[in-house]
């Protein structure tokens, strides 16, 4: 079985498209993500999903870097939480 969380069936309903955020390649298919561009790509699939959804799939990307990129995962947690004990 997959160690990385998934959705339950039926756990929400997904967002109405938007039209003409990705738009339309070659014969009606979706364009291709640039999927080099994180932050383009993120703000895409937080646009497109349920925040349910999105929260998700965050924590699977978590769980995935923790187990494949440890010392990014350490840095990360250490940013986030240096961010948190700051004034907002």
């Not at 109405?16 to 738009?23: A, C, I, L, N, Y």
């Not at 769980?63 to 948190?84: C, G, I, K, N, T």
Request: charged residues 35%; glycine residues 8%; without cysteine.
């Amino acid at each position: 079985m997959d160690q990385y969380p998934r959705r339950k069936p039926n756990s929400g309903s997904r967002r109405r498209r938007r039209s003409g955020q990705v738009g339309e390649g070659e014969g009606g298919q979706p364009k291709r993500l640039p999927y080099d561009d994180a932050p383009f790509v993120v703000h895409h699939l937080d646009r497109k999903m349920t925040s349910a959804d999105f929260v998700l799939g965050t924590r699977v990307r978590m769980a995935v870097l923790r187990d494949q990129h440890p010392e990014e995962y350490r840095e990360l947690l250490l940013e986030l939480s240096q961010q948190e004990q700051q004034p907002a």
